[in-house]
């Protein structure tokens, strides 16, 4: 029996990103795994290759997954344990506002699209824009920054477009400056620890009378940033969104990654799949299929502000029923060392890529 994993599946790098420790509230040390994924110098030919021909190659980007024979194991007891209190960072512009009801879901703007490069390859995974103190932050799955299948520590030519869609970027595209994940997920392969968080720079746009490019500003300016949880107890209601774009394992082509998605329900623990390292993810009925990959678990979301706590990305996916049709997806456990690799990108300042002429290059300072 098969299954669809929304994750690549394969050998790591033998040399490890670089690491720093990191004190956070939480926990007594979190070890963190940090890597370049751009520099203002070769900013302009990313941003070239994702816009031109109308975002054609943003079009032809491929759900980022691969296949796998195992089917996640359900166990009833125990479970991913918090090594701390629990704590939030609320949302952008609402850090002081409690927000009303609405019977509507109404989607996120802060979720979008991760597109980059492996071996000429084009691929898509999903995403969501967090707080943090540039309002610069994107947050993510591990596998959806770092080639799990090659020596190469990143992967090229990573943006993000937050409200993406059938091919459209309204706030603008946003280059990849500096990526953050967990030294154990870089290092062993460790999938429990399969989230990361980026730094981007300011948005870019284009000025089609002007043929000029347009500096957008922040992300979160413009797309806003959820907020974090931590160390939350399992099973509270989460809403998940992400963009799907694979077929499920019987043929069916229900999605096709234009369009945004959501499912809503109740986490449960411990997922475990030895064949890929996971004993404590959490595990979320929901159809989506590969392509959902990095896309938020948002705790408490509401809809009138359409912003709540990212408390978990999606890392896995597949049949457990065994009628070769997408029934679950999982994430890490967002714990204190969760916070460590967040806090370690939560007050890093990217910049701007345009200059005053509207052309792209080196105009980084501060």
Partial sequence: MQ?????????????????????????????????????????????????????????????????????????????????????????????????????????????????????????????????????????????????????????????FVPGYYDGKAPWGVYVGKQAFTHYDFDVYEDLDRDYAFVTVYNGIGYDAKKEAFVDLGPLGSNAGGQGF??????????FAFGYPAAPHDDGNYVFTGEKMKWCYGKPVYPVVESSVKVEEQIGLKCSMTGGSSGGPWILKYNSNRRLGYINGVTSLGGDTDGNHRSDMITSAYFDGETYGVYRAAYSLWSGSLVKKDGSIGITETK
């Fill in 3 to 159: 299954k669809h994993l929304l994750l690549p599946l394969g050998g790591l790098a033998a040399t490890g990103l670089l690491a720093a420790a990191l004190v956070s509230p939480a926990t007594a040390a979190s070890t963190v795994s940090k890597a370049k994924l751009a520099s203002p110098a070769n900013a302009a030919d990313i941003i070239d290759f994702w816009t031109s021909d109308s975002g054609a190659n943003l079009k032809a980007a491929k759900a980022y997954g691969a296949e796998h024979k195992r089917v996640p194991k359900h166990v009833s007891t125990g479970g991913p344990a918090a090594d701390g209190k629990p704590g939030v960072v609320p949302a952008i512009g609402y850090e002081k506002v409690a927000g009303g009801k609405s019977k509507n879901v109404n989607l996120p703007k802060t979720v979008g699209r991760a597109f980059f490069v492996i071996d000429n390859d084009l691929y898509a995974c999903s995403a969501s824009a967090i707080q943090s103190q540039y309002r610069n932050l994107v947050a993510t799955a591990g596998h959806c920054v770092y080639d799990l299948d090659s020596n190469r520590q990143t992967v090229s030519k990573w943006v």
């Fill in 229 to 238: 949880a931590y160390n939350q107890k399992v099973g509270q209601p989460v």
